[in-house]
C-alpha cells in the first residue's frame, strides 16, 4: 500500500523527518527523474497544459500532431511532421541553454559527492546531470576508447541519459556524432536539417575519382524517440544488470509520470531489488531501509500499489532542500569538513579545508619519490664510481668496535659460555667483587694451604674418586656376640 505525504500538512512531519534520515542513511541510492524535475529551471514538462505540447500546438494550429506523434520514429516518414520536429527542437534547445541546473540536479550530484549515489537514470534531454557534474552516458566525456566492445565507459557513467542528450546530433546515414552548434541550432530553427560532414567527404572524394555517387546523410538531434532502438541499448542494459546486483536500499523517483513501458520495467525491477534489502525483522521497519519513494504532483496509478511505498506529494525543489536540511540537524557529522595544513612556497602554513589532494602535492610525492632512489655517481669519463664510505664521528672513531651479539647458541664465543663462571648466574652470584679483583699469589692464601704443604703430586689430580676403604666383616658367635670382641677379651 502506497503512503500519501502532503509536504505542507504538519501531520506528515514525522514522517517526512523519518525519509530525510533514511536518505542520509542509505549507502546505495538509485534515482529516477524525469521532465518534472527541470521545471524550475524554465523548461516546461511534456504533458502539462503548460507543456511542450501545448506549445507546439500553438505554433502549427493546422498540424494535426498528438503529442506522443511528436516524439515518435514515424514522424520522419512525412515532411511536413519532419519540419515540426526540428523546429520545436531548435526552440527547446535554445531554451535549455539559456537555462540553468536546478536544485534537484544539485542535490543528485550531493548524494554522488556523499558517496550515496549507486546511479542516477534520467529521461531528459536537456543534459543538466552532466552540467551538474554528473558524467552522462550520451555525453561526448564517456565514450569509450580501445577495441572494447563497450562503447562508453559504464563504471564512470554516474548518470544514464534513457532518451539521449539534445547537445549532439547524430547523422541518419553513417550514425557519426558531433556536438550541436549554433550552426545547426539555426538550421532547425528553419525547419531543415544540417548536411553531415563526414558522408559530404566521402561523397566528394568518390566523385573525385569517378566512382558511383553514394547518399549524403542528413543531421538530426542524438536522441531516442518512441518505437525507436537506443544506440546504446546494451550498455545500458548491462549498467542496470550490475546495478541490480549491486543490492541498492533505497530508490527515489521524482517528476516522472511512470506512463513509458520501459521506465515501467526498470523501476520495477529496481523497486524490488530494494524491497530485498529491507530488514525482515518488525521491530527495525522504521529504520526505512529498503523504501521507495515517489515524488511529484500526481498520484501514481493503483498499477504501483505495493511497489511505491511513499508518495510524497508536491514539487521535487521544496522537498529536496527539507531532505538537506533535516540531514543537516540530524547528521550534522556528515557535513563537517576535514581541514588540513598547507605549506605555501614561502614557508608559511595555511588551513586548506578540501578533502582531495592538490594536483601540486600528488605531483611532488611522485617527483619525491624519484629523488628518492640512488642513482650511481659517475667521474668526469662517465664511468661509475663507488660511493664514498658514511660520514663516522670522531668519537665512534675513539670507541673499540663491539662484537656483534652472537646469533645462535652454537656460534657463541667460548668465554660467554654459559658453562664459565662469568656467564653463569648461580656461580656469578658466588664471587665478590673483592675475589674477583685480586692477583694469583693473594688468591692461594684463599683456595689452598699454606706454602710449606702445597707440595702435591699431579695424581692427585685425577678426575677419579678415592677408593672407599672396604667394610669389616663382622659375624656373630652362637652366643650372640661378635668374634672380634670375643678375641680382644
Known amino acids: 500500500m502506497t503512503v500519501t505525504l502532503d509536504f505542507g500538512s504538519p501531520s506528515t512531519k514525522r514522517t517526512l523527518s523519518d525519509l530525510s534520515l533514511a536518505v542520509a542513511k542509505s549507502k546505495k541510492i538509485v534515482v529516477v527523474t524525469g521532465a518534472g524535475i527541470s521545471c524550475s529551471s524554465g523548461i516546461p514538462d511534456f504533458r502539462s497544459s503548460d507543456g511542450l505540447y501545448a506549445l507546439v500546438k500553438e505554433r502549427y494550429p493546422d498540424v494535426v500532431l498528438k503529442g506522443r506523434d511528436l516524439f515518435d520514429a514515424s514522424l520522419f516518414r512525412d ?107 539555426r538550421v532547425f530553427v528553419e525547419g531543415m536539417a544540417p548536411d553531415c560532414p563526414e558522408c559530404a567527404q566521402r561523397a566528394e572524394a568518390r566523385a573525385a575519382r569517378s566512382a558511383r555517387a553514394i547518399k549524403v546523410g542528413t543531421l538530426r538531434p542524438a536522441i531516442v524517440l518512441y518505437d ?33 513501458h520501459g521506465l515501467k520495467k526498470l523501476v520495477k525491477e529496481f523497486a524490488r531489488s530494494v524491497h530485498a534489502a529491507a530488514p525482515p525483522s518488525p521491530a527495525k521497519a522504521k529504520s526505512f531501509a529498503g523504501k521507495v519513494v515517489f515524488v511529484n504532483r500526481t498520484p501514481p496509478s493503483s498499477e504501483w500499489a505495493g511497489i511505491i511505498d ?16 533535516d540531514w543537516k540537524k540530524m547528521r550534522p557529522a556528515d557535513w563537517e569538513i576535514q581541514q588540513t595544513l598547507v605549506a605555501t612556497a614561502d614557508g608559511d602554513v595555511s588551513m586548506n579545508g578540501n578533502l582531495k589532494v592538490v594536483a601540486a602535492n600528488k605531483t611532488k610525492g611522485k617527483n619525491a619519490a624519484k ?109 650372640g656376640r ?8
Open 79 to 185: 515532411p511536413t511532421s519532419t519540419a515540426v520536429f526540428y523546429t520545436f527542437i531548435g526552440q527547446l534547445k535554445q531554451s535549455i541553454d539559456a537555462a540553468v541546473p536546478g536544485p534537484t540536479h544539485r542535490f543528485i550530484q550531493l548524494l554522488d559527492a556523499k558517496k550515496k549515489l549507486l546511479r542516477s537514470y534520467t529521461q531528459n534531454i536537456d543534459g543538466f546531470e552532466a552540467r551538474a557534474g554528473l558524467l552522462g552516458s550520451a555525453s561526448g566525456e564517456a565514450k569509450a576508447s580501445g577495441k572494447g566492445k563497450a562503447k562508453i565507459r559504464t563504471k564512470e557513467v554516474k548518470s544514464v541519459q534513457l532518451h539521449g542528450d539534445i547537445h549532439r546530433v547524430r547523422c541518419t546515414s553513417c550514425s557519426a556524432e558531433y556536438p550541436c552548434t549554433e550552426e545547426h541550432v
Open 228 to 260: 525507436e532502438p537506443h544506440p546504446l541499448g546494451d550498455d545500458i542494459g548491462s549498467i542496470q544488470t550490475a546495478d541490480l546486483s549491486r543490492k541498492p536500499d533505497m530508490l527515489i523517483i521524482m517528476g516522472t509520470s511512470l506512463k513509458v
Open 310 to 325: 511513499y508518495h510524497v506529494c508536491g514539487d521535487t525543489d521544496p522537498w529536496v532542500e527539507r531532505v538537506i536540511e
Open 371 to 479: 629523488d628518492n632512489k640512488k642513482k650511481p655517481r659517475q667521474d668526469e669519463d662517465g664511468e661509475n664510481v663507488p660511493p664514498p664510505p658514511p660520514p663516522v664521528l670522531d668519537a665512534v672513531m675513539s670507541t673499540p668496535e663491539k662484537a656483534p651479539p652472537p646469533t645462535s647458541p652454537g656460534k657463541r664465543r667460548p668465554t660467554n659460555s654459559h658453562y664459565s663462571v662469568e656467564s653463569s648466574p648461580s656461580k656469578r652470584r658466588t664471587l665478590s667483587p673483592i675475589k674477583k679483583g685480586l692477583e694469583d699469589s693473594a688468591r692461594g692464601l684463599l683456595f689452598s694451604k699454606p706454602d710449606e704443604e702445597m707440595d702435591f703430586d699431579l695424581n692427585d689430580l685425577s678426575m677419579h674418586s678415592p677408593p672407599k676403604p672396604k667394610a669389616v666383616r663382622r659375624s656373630r658367635s652362637r652366643v
Open 482 to 489: 661378635p668374634v672380634g670382641v670375643a678375641a680382644a677379651a
